[in-house]
């Protein structure tokens, strides 16, 4: 599978299984929009949020005119990376303003705030090919940084030409940054990761995980538990990996017992651990016993965008976001408080 049919099938997955914005909440009560046009050609979509130090809420994603966004005469400079902020815990939201718009489609943004203050934001780039046979050449992963709140931003930085990503940066108890990548290769996929011990100056070359056999378009995730191991979850047949280095080598995988699509942790402040993804449309998965087991499917919304992304609200409920998918496709965002009895869903 190449870049290229990866991301056709990326796209035909959510419209196959939902029309965009058919779902039954209620705007405004049950969920509240992020963004619905950020001036690119009204198609958001890969949201991720953080929590700013000032106490506000940071959301990024991709802006374009569809799915996959390359150059052309309304937009030469193809799909960007928008975002947006909350100074109410995600009950409103600030008008879009671009991030980052390098010459080629930027796409798949997340964000993350160190301890140290900088801001980063990682993603991975497609440039427009020369014929229709080869409409789109994938350029890696790339960061940009910010130390002053998102005010100005570095230039681009490529980290992993060759491997992508689609999930934060996660800091690491010492320092370490580990970032989630994926690789696909001419008979197989897997998962990997990135690391850096010098807070992101360098990274140290790929760590790449066992795919066990299976073919894993890993966009891959990763959280640290409690006993100091990492757990990683990787798309497809949703397959998970143990690290108990800090992200050096890695368990030859094994399915999780679940289907999904783009991963991503939370651990709530009462230490559950919240598995949110793509597929049934958008849905998540919770563990009461860090990731050993994990709770039945629940359904997030009925819109099949999904690459949802969630941040830990002060009253210690948890606000998720993400996108709908095809023509106007929009980034929403609901709000739930995770108990050991389940998930509670919250009005704004």
């Known amino acids: ?17 939902v029309a965009a914005k058919a779902a039954s909440l209620e705007r405004g009560k049950d969920f509240v929009y992020v963004c619905e046009d950020a001036g690119a050609g009204a198609y958001e979509a890969f949201p991720d949020v953080c929590r700013l130090s000032d106490g506000r809420l940071l959301a990024v994603f991709y802006a374009g005119y569809g799915h996959v966004s390359l150059p052309n005469e309304k937009l030469p400079r193809g799909g960007r990376i928008a975002y947006c902020t909350s100074a109410d815990e995600g009950r409103t939201w600030t008008k879009a303003q671009t991030l980052y718009d390098g010459p080629d489609d930027d796409r798949d943004p997340s964000i993350v705030q160190l301890s140290t203050g900088r801001l980063v934001c990682n ?27 998102g005010a100005s931003w570095s230039p681009p930085r ?9 999930a934060p940066i996660r800091e690491l108890p010492g320092g370490r ?82 289907a999904g699509h783009c991963p991503y942790f939370l651990r709530t402040r009462d230490g559950i651990i919240l598995l949110a993804h793509r597929v049934p449309a958008t849905s998540l ?30 009253d210690g409920s948890v606000l998720i976001v993400y996108y709908e998918e095809g023509e106007g496709s929009s980034i929403r965002a609901r709000r739930f408080r995770a108990t050991r009895a389940g998930i509670e869903w919250l009005t704004f």
Request: proline letters at 4%; charged letters at 20%; one cysteine or more.
């Open 158 to 166: 490529q980290i992993y030409p060759d491997y992508y990503c689609s």
């Open 123 to 149: 993603f991975f780039s497609l440039r427009k090919g020369a014929d229709a046979k080869q409409r789109w050449i994938g350029l890696g992963t790339w960061i940009v940084t910010s130390d002053d709140l």
């Open 177 to 258: 940054l580990i970032v989630g990548l994926y690789r696909e290769l001419p008979t197989t996929s897997h998962g990997a990761v990135g690391l850096s011990d010098d807070g992101g100056r360098s990274w140290q070359a790929p760590v790449d995980i066992p795919n066990g056999g299976y073919r894993l378009d890993a966009e891959t995730d990763v959280i640290l538990l409690a006993d100091g191991s990492l757990y990683a979850a990787q798309r497809a047949e949703m397959c998970f990996s143990i690290s108990r280095d800090q992200g050096k080598t890695w368990s030859v995988s094994k399915p999780i017992g679940f």
């Open 285 to 314: 998965h919770y563990s009461l016993d860090e990731c050993k087991t994990w709770s039945a499917n629940v359904v997030v919304d009925s819109v099949g965008g999904a690459y949802p992304s969630m941040v830990n609200l002060k």
């Open 1 to 17: 599978m190449t870049l290229r049919t990866f991301l056709l099938a990326w796209a035909a997955v959510p419209l196959a299984c």
